[in-house]
């Protein structure tokens, strides 16, 4: 994989997903995974057992998996990684996550050096924001083109890939089809794998008390541990209030909408990708950084509700976007044509530039 002449046809992803975490993280490695098999290259994952159960939840995820031990951040562990990926003749191990830190990724950098000398290791990263960065490649699919960080003090030498050409869409976001705003109908709520604060009935709440006609449907994804209690006050709602359950083609629901109400993470690119009007909710301190573009290009408004649910904000924010000519001009800020990222991350790579 690494160039042309290259034999390599394995990828590792090396990530971390779980009721705390959530799922951003497996849900964009899931996304290059698609690519990598669509360019015939097989891909492995390497997961706790944790990150395990939680994957098999999704129904997207259907994938071998290299199961880490225990003690996943121990040197014998990482050297049992990288043993292993110079058995199965890896070309190259991605990593994403926040959970793994420095000492991590110094270690396994250092075990891929001596154990498993031709698989390039690649970082998945959004925020530059470790002290120094042990790499061969970083992957930044989150940063703005005009905004892409100096990498070259914490990462000499390493190869880069960033911005939007880069963004980390599953293949049925750029197989769907984009619909006119005044072919939509639909505000959806999405509040990503988890909804940690349960967010999603807190929203439902107060569109409810708008007395909206448009249909409202609400993402429910397996991983809410709240998710039997959140249906059940769906269902007590009026009859044009829904929800789906884990859906198989999110790429359909977001194209259909008017306007999204959703968490920060990987979302707001999904929905970008499907020119949909959001209203972007902070959850996280990673996710602050990139939602300052999109409130910059005026394509969504971005609420920072990290430390509290803001009822009278959210309240604003939704009058202000359900009128139509808001709505068009949050729409003509979004420029077409970025759902291609994993399918040019592996072709960059295929390329060996």
Known sequence: MPSKTNTHSKVVFLTQANS???????MRCIALAQACEKARIAPVF???KNSFIFAKQNPLFDYPVYLMDEQQGSQKSLEKLAQYCNQQTIGYLFIDGYNFNLEFRQQLFKALRQYACNCQLISIDDNADQAKMFTD????PSTDINAIPDYSKIAPGAKLMAGHHYRLLRKEFSQQQILPLDKRSEIIITMGG???FSYSVKVLNLLAQLNLTAPVRCIVANGFEDKTQLIAQIEKLPSNFSYTVAPHNIAAIFANAK?????AGTAQFELY???TPAILIILADNQYRNTQNAAQDGWAKVLDFRQTFDSDKMTRAIQECLNETTLLHMQSKIQPGSAEGAKNVVNTLLNGK
């Open 20 to 26: 705390l975490l959530g799922s951003g993280h497996l």
């Open 46 to 48: 390497a997961l706790d």
């Open 137 to 140: 490649w970083i992957l930044n």
């Open 194 to 196: 988890t909804d940690p």
């Open 259 to 263: 306007l999204a109400i959703s968490a």
């Open 273 to 275: 990708a499907m020119q």
